[in-house]
């Protein structure tokens, strides 16, 4: 049998990694690989509304999964998704970014054509994607087997992007060689570390923590990235360490697990005495690179010093003054929990609760009344979407129950993120529902991909707070401005508008009306969609206090 | 009184061009710019759904009024921004691109913040959005008076982006030294030339053209961007010489001057006979640099050997082997002028004549039918705004109306650019209506900006040509996909959804309805929407025969 095509080989050996759908939109420099995804009997073409909502979708698909594709053109396609892959590769999601690009016969012409500055010149956009990805290649018959294997290697060592770019013509010549049939994700050795090292590291952590009097350990996201949670979860339940999560590691561990001190945001910790539990800690392993951000700290309210802190990378552990290299997170659990004994924890918790039931029927929705019926609403399975924005200052807040997934884009905080990574992770979420709360001010940006979502009827149900305003800027601006008024759109109208088939659409005012629906959609199979009214005004947590430390830290002193 | 913040310098210097308008998304790294375009009361803020669609917005405004601006925040804005500015600095359209930088309190203490990678580095994204500019500025107090003038003075000479970046407590401290206020952008002088160039440039061009037998001239859409649409009239009527415009340059001159012989194509030129007029002139005078791309010559079809051109860039002349530099596009346009003599038109044409009104009350709606009633709809005023698809060869081909305007992007082609563009230009257009044709596939990439202008209601007539599919792509690609069927969705339906209040809002499917709702249209003052519905089969003109050659040159030999 003749070989696959490059562009079809290229498809193929993304779907062994088990992959099943290419998030992107089609564009004639692209459609070498665009005919192959189609002819590529794993995979299926998802046609998304734009580049920025694709790359957001593959996004999403790929922080549950583990992996995804997205297929963009030349230039345009490529450039309009590029916040989205760099949000990528800030919060470490590896997707790898096809790009279409004009066929060798045009380019060693030196024609002129579209999607470029018109002057003969090819390869203008490269560094620009590539500025958003760990790794990247130009693919030829020739060297396309040796390079896709580069390629797949090194964005899922580096838990990053890589950008993967297909000329026209070359995409459709048989690739040269002997194909190769690769492994699924979860099968792959994605580091490989120093065995030396490792071990080194492993003892000096284990004689650390057992040295300390109340050591706690902070786990990170970035284990997640690596298909590392259960390992995580070993190795909580084998050294019966407490831990504390901060917002950004949200869904890593159950929220109910004995060992759980709270969510960790310095002063807007919750519990608020988690702050204290956190920092009162002589020795903390920070498991992963736990990100001390102005959003996750409550505006750099922590207080941890350095001197008392475990910190194990992706590939170094620092312990002290002793710094391992080429060690691998895989690698590091494995020999923690080789060597684990059991702690007695010295620590004392208020846990987290369930959020009070607030409200009566017919009161009018707020956050204080809207939070808690959402977290009865969501159960085993289900994967809580925060949009970035006041949304996610709840959320965040908010106990999960077990079995909840949660993924929101703190770092990069690209609002419009929500709508479309929403999509992305109910495509890959085959265990239950997914579940997007987001603001009106977010959602404009990319509520273009309703219409999508109408086509493949995804098992979604999307909260949307209107409050007329962008909430979060709002809080953080220093006067309150009209340019955070927003357009009055009537969102719940939208998905009807957009083709959406038999999803529950509602607008709700009131507590009554919002039970009612919760209540159809628990009962449903079909998409839902739910506008909630939210005054303005109290958008935000008033504990928070952000608007004065903003204020100091963004302005000239007075 | 005390100086104005740099930030309010910034808007008021940008506003001293006649600029009203500021097009962009509020963010928090952003709000001294945000602020102090509320303050500036010479100024309106735009609130566009999301980055890309504001930049599309201010590149539509900067193709009527000259120049434009647009205000996006750090990181995650201005990358969502960077496809729409590429566009910009492609096609020769200076918007200047304010961008909201963090504290510089937050990075001297290299804190940890959001829309970073979370390492404490700044000035990542710069190099990117510095890509779509000609030219940048980190403003400080110190340094932004003088750094504002160069600024302008840069984006206007080259007719390209600039790149503005405010950090944000540097916007809210008064600029040092003594502000500058700034003349109206038709006052100001762009380019400055060495006199003796031009003078001997003009007397070269001029002694070809006598020489010559057949000459005739390509006008480029250049000179419009440079303001020089009134200065290229007086040069044709001065020269009785004849000429044509390719697409590209359409909507540069009234298409029945009596000079015009059609829109130049290669051998999709309209009328065909344009094509063998163009091409059997022995000289051909290109004012201001035409630009010969595929989708502009008919793939490559058109014929014209370098040795018979005259080309007069914006900063040099060439004619035969001879080269004239630093010469400016307006100054070589006034010495032409100044030394024309009437040339005796040589050439026979069949003018451009309005479109056959073809089917009847009860027939469907099809390309056929839309078009020659589109063309008669048009009126004094109005600006036609031609998406990226199979509607801008229709478009292209179609004799325009005196006094009607027409926007295009097709040498960036990034489709989607239309709807958020009609925006733009219908904000800059004070004369008359600004009409949008778009097809769904492309509309689908931007039309949250729906919600937009329904909040703001500019004068604008908006036709979506629903054929289900990315007409342009099945077009160009060679096996016609699954992946190019779009979402279905209710187009009409759109704007109440998104808002539109008192919008003339309509779905035809036949003539009668068609022609119903434009005579609605032209009795009222209100914005409309039309959703159009036409068969997927007949979307591209036949005759264009674009997928045989596109098959050959963009995919290997058989």
């Given amino acids: 049998m003749a070989n696959p095509s490059v562009a079809l080989y290229l498809a193929q050996r993304l779907s062994d990694l088990g992959i099943d759908r290419v998030f992107g939109v089609p564009g004639d420099y692209a459609f070498s690989f665009d005919d192959a995804v189609e002819e590529c009997t794993s995979l299926k073409w998802v046609a998304c509304a734009n580049e920025l909502n694709a790359s957001y979708a593959a996004d999403g698909y790929a922080r549950r999964f583990g992996a995804a594709i997205l297929s963009t053109t030349y230039g345009v396609g490529e450039l309009s998704a590029l916040n989205g892959m760099m949000g990528c590769y800030t919060e470490r999601v590896p997707v790898f970014h096809v790009v279409g690009a004009p066929s060798r016969r045009i380019t060693h012409q030196k024609l002129i054509t579209h999607h470029t500055h018109g002057d003969g010149v090819f390869g203008n956009f490269e560094h620009l994607s590539q500025s958003a990805s760990c790794v990247s290649a130009v693919l030829t018959p020739a060297n396309a087997i040796s390079e896709i294997e580069r390629v797949i290697h090194e964005a899922l060592k580096n838990a990053r992007p890589a950008y993967i770019v297909v000329p026209m013509d070359s995409g459709k010549i048989p690739v040269i060689g002997t194909p190769i049939k690769g492994a699924p994700i979860a099968k792959i050795q994605r580091q490989i570390a120093v ?93 992963g690179g736990v990100v001390f951000e102005d959003l996750n700290t ?26 391992w ?27 987290m609760q ?3 039931l607030k409200g009566v029927a017919a009161d009018a929705t707020n956050s204080e009344n809207f939070y808690p019926r959402l977290q009865r609403m969501l159960r085993q399975g289900d994967v809580l979407v925060a949009e970035t924005g006041t949304c996610m200052i709840h959320l965040g807040a908010m106990q999960l ?153 963004r302005t000239p002193a007075a």
Same sequence: chains 1, 2.
């Fill in 195 to 287: 065995p030396s090292e490792v071990e080194a590291a492993a003892d000096g952590i284990m004689g650390a923590l057992k040295a300390a009097k109340n050591p706690l350990v902070l786990p990170s996201m970035l284990l997640q990235r690596y298909g590392l949670k259960e390992k995580l979860a070993d190795f909580l339940n084998a050294t019966n360490l407490p831990f504390a999560l901060t917002p950004m590691d949200k869904g890593l561990v159950n929220e109910n697990h004995s060992g759980f001190v709270g969510m960790y945001k310095g002063g807007s910790s919750t519990p608020p005495s988690t702050q204290d539990i956190v920092e009162s800690a002589d020795l903390i392993l920070d498991l």
């Fill in 401 to 553: 129950p077990d079995g909840v997934g949660y993924e929101s884009q703190m770092l990069w905080g690209s609002i419009g993120w929500g709508t479309p990574a929403s999509l992305g992770v109910a495509m890959a979420n085959k265990e239950g529902r997914t579940v997007l709360v987001t603001g009106d001010g977010s959602h404009q940006l990319t509520y273009n991909e309703i219409g999508v979502m109408g086509r493949y009827n995804p098992n979604l149900v999307i909260f949307v707070l209107n409050n007329g305003i962008y909430g979060i800027e709002d809080v953080l601006s220093e006067m309150g401005h009209e340019y955070d008024d927003l357009a009055q759109v009537d969102y719940h109208k939208v998905p009807e508008a957009m083709g959406c088939k038999n999803w529950i659409t509602a607008k709700v005012t009131t507590v009554g009306e919002l039970e009612a629906v919760m209540s159809r959609i628990n009962q449903a199979n079909s998409p839902a969609y739910v506008e909630v009214m939210i005054p303005a005004a109290e958008s935000a947590p008033k504990s928070e206090d952000i608007k004065d430390r903003a204020y100091k830290l």
């Fill in 354 to 356: 369930p959020l009070a």
């Fill in 325 to 351: 290299i080429d060690t691998a997170l895989s690698e590091v659990l494995d020999a923690l929990i080789a060597k684990a004994t059991k702690f007695a924890s010295k620590v004392k918790t208020d846990q």
């Fill in 298 to 323: 409550g505006l750099w309210s922590s207080n941890l010093t350095p001197e008392r802190m475990i910190k194990v990378s992706d590939t170094w552990v620092q312990v002290g003054h002793k710094v």
